[in-house]
């Protein structure tokens, strides 16, 4: 860390959340409010005009998957760095968005499909078991005001599962249904079926299950509450003035990737 950075620390870090009162931003205001090492200094919602972010050192993103880009750019361009949890980065938004960075050297952005650090542990071992079985598919289940299927998270999970595949030279998953005409098998990710459940009384959760012969190997995270996320934002707040550019995923602030 150079010494103005670490002379910038010593004071709290003025966060803006955007999407504050929903589920998510009105948890992360909770949260902010409460650290010893950050100080809540705006909140904005949908029809609030974003300004100058109340002189926010950093902005923590959580609204609508259509909102998302234009109030990620509207930070960078004012040099203001972000950590963006809402989902729908698609390859595409993400390279516009490197374009806009690219412009302001220096300011960060964290694109986290999921803040719990369990979740980022599934992902992680779903990585390094995908090599090993013939068979996979990831299940995802939450809350039925979810607006987009599948998750953030399962869909980043089947992209890294099927991108360690493609490495090992595994195959398509092997699969002889030829008549599904209103799509019970589920959609696929980079060629990994997913399907996606919603249901009262349900937060966020997530299977993924690997079949070999002869054997079933599941890896399941659940979040009970969203205070299982603030950790990882609260992490990622402190640390993506130290990560210029852009990154996609909490696990590389974690040294885990
Ligand atoms: N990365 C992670 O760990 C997590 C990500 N999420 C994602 O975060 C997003 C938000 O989830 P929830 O809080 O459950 O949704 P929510 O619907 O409760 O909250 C969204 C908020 O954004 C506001 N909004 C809509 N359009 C806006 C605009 N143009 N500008 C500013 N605010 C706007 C809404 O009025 C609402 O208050 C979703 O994409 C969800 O998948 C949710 C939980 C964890
Ligand atoms: O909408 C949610 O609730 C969640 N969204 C994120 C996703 O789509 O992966 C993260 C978590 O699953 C909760």
């Known amino acids: 860390m150079c010494p103005l950075t670490r002379l910038a ?22 949260a902010v409010e409460a650290a010893a090492d950050t100080e809540l ?3 904005f919602d949908h029809g609030d005009d974003l300004g ?3 002189g926010a050192d950093v902005v923590v993103e959580f609204s609508v998957p259509d909102a998302s880009a234009a109030n990620v750019a509207h930070c960078v361009e004012r040099g203001v760095h972000v950590v963006v949890g809402t989902t729908g980065w698609s390859e595409d938004k993400l390279a516009t968005l490197r374009d806009q960075v690219g412009a302001r050297p220096g300011v960060g952005v964290l694109i986290a499909p999921n803040f719990a ?4 542990l599934m992902m992680s071992f779903a990585q390094q078991a995908a090599r090993f079985y013939e068979s996979v598919e990831v299940v995802e289940l939450h ?13 980043r999970t089947a992209s890294l599962i099927g991108a360690a595949r493609r490495e ?12 599904d005409p209103d799509g019970a098998r589920g959609a696929r990710v980079d060629g990994i079926p997913v399907h996606a459940l919603r249901l009262r009384g349900l ?7 690997f079949g070999g012969t002869g ?13 299982s996320f603030m950790p990882g934002v609260l992490e990622g707040v402190r640390k993506v003035a130290d990560h210029p550019g852009v990154t996609v995923g909490l696990e590389h602030y974690l040294g885990l990737a």
């Open 9 to 30: 620390r010593v004071s709290a870090i003025k966060v803006s959340v955007i999407g504050a009162d929903g589920r998510m931003g009105s948890e992360v205001c909770r």
């Open 41 to 43: 200094v705006g909140r």
């Open 52 to 54: 100058d972010l109340a």
């Open 117 to 120: 650090i369990g979740a980022i």
């Open 143 to 155: 809350h039925p005001d979810k607006v987009d299927a599948p998750s953030g998270t399962a869909a």
């Open 168 to 179: 090992a030279g595994l195959g398509d998953v092997p699969d002889a249904t030829t008549h």
């Open 203 to 209: 937060v966020a959760h997530q299977e993924v299950l």
């Open 215 to 227: 054997e079933l190997l599941t890896i399941r995270h659940d979040s009970f509450d969203r205070v």
